[in-house]
């Protein structure tokens, strides 16, 4: 493994200040987290954070990367958090694997990896919630009734317990990444919101922890979901602006390849409405079932002028 280095400052002074070779600090607890990113904007450090539930793959290395053209000291969490799962859902055996992740995040230079203790982040007789209203309420939302409460609520917490400059999440996660850009301008976080592009197999299909479910038939039938996508895309690159037929295309698509569709929509990626005709901006989100397996992706259809 190569010698990592401490940086100060943002991408643009990196080269003129000096580094020290420093072990990734591994924090599980709010004060300690606190007093070492204080140190680091003492030293002139901006923060950059990725949070994540672990599990990790090439897509969250990605943020980290992204992270760190433009920020100083890189933060990434690991908790798996479970006021987003609900009854039924996997929580228990939700992928989780420490040493790995610590490993990978150790080989990209990461200074500080936050993983909380869950009975400290939500004790004994927590019971606040911050809820994004209209942005959540569609798509994901409507399939996973209170995920989007959870997420917000865990971010919010990490938000307040990092308090970055920045933060990174990747595009496949299309209704999240809305749900975070609503939180942080609604609540007035001075944190830049950054997005990755999603990190795809060279088949196509979006890497995602879940992905580890799948067995060697489900993988298979995997590589039909993002090929339904790819060729809705081709639709609208050859003229088609009717949604619905767009979407009904697509379900059939989806269901030609064995996969059972929970949802296929087209919306406006900022506030997940959805449009009348396609148009620049539109995006087809989509979830589907290969087995018991959940899957989520999305395409954009059309650029952006």
């Known amino acids: 493994m190569p010698p990592r280095s401490r940086r100060c400052g943002g991408s ?31 030293h002139g450090s901006t923060i950059g954070f990725v949070p994540t539930m672990g599990a990790l793959h090439e897509g969250h290395l990605s943020l ?18 479970p006021l987003q799962f609900g009854p039924g859902e996997d929580f228990a055996r939700y992928p989780r694997n420490a040493e790995r992740d610590a490993s990978l995040l150790e080989r990209e230079s990461v200074d500080l990896l936050y993983a909380p203790d869950p009975e400290e982040f939500y004790p004994a007789g927590f019971s606040t ?50 749900v975070v850009r ?12 950054e997005i990755g592009e999603t990190v795809r197999e060279p088949d196509g299909l979006a890497l995602s922890s879940r ?61 997940m409405a959805r449009p009348r005709v396609i148009g620049p901006g539109s995006t087809l989100a989509a979830a589907v079932r290969a087995g018991k397996t959940r899957l989520i992706d999305n395409v954009l259809l059309l650029e952006e002028r």
């Open 211 to 271: 992905n580890a479910y799948l067995s060697a038939e489900e993988r298979r039938l995997a590589a039909g979901f993002p090929a339904a996508l790819f060729e809705a895309r081709d639709r609208v690159t050859a003229g088609e602006r009717d949604v619905e037929r767009l979407e009904r295309d697509t379900r059939l698509d989806l269901e030609a390849a064995g996969l059972a569709a929970d949802y296929v929509q087209v919306v406006t990626p900022e506030t």
């Open 12 to 42: 643009t002074e990196r080269s003129q200040q000096s580094t020290v070779d420093l072990p990734m600090i591994t924090i599980r607890a709010p004060q300690p987290l606190r007093q070492h990113i204080s140190e680091a904007r003492d």
């Open 64 to 81: 980290v990367r992204l992270a760190r053209r433009s920020c100083g000291f890189i933060v990434v969490s690991v908790f798996v958090n």
């Open 129 to 178: 919630a911050v809820e994004v209203a209209r942005v959540s309420e569609g798509g994901e939302g409507a399939i996973r009734p209170g995920h989007f409460r959870g997420v917000a609520t865990v971010l919010a917490k990490l938000f307040l317990q990092v308090q970055p400059d920045a933060a990174f999440f990747g595009r496949k996660d299309l209704q999240q990444v809305a």
């Open 182 to 193: 609503r939180l942080v301008r609604d609540l007035d976080f001075p944190i830049r919101v």
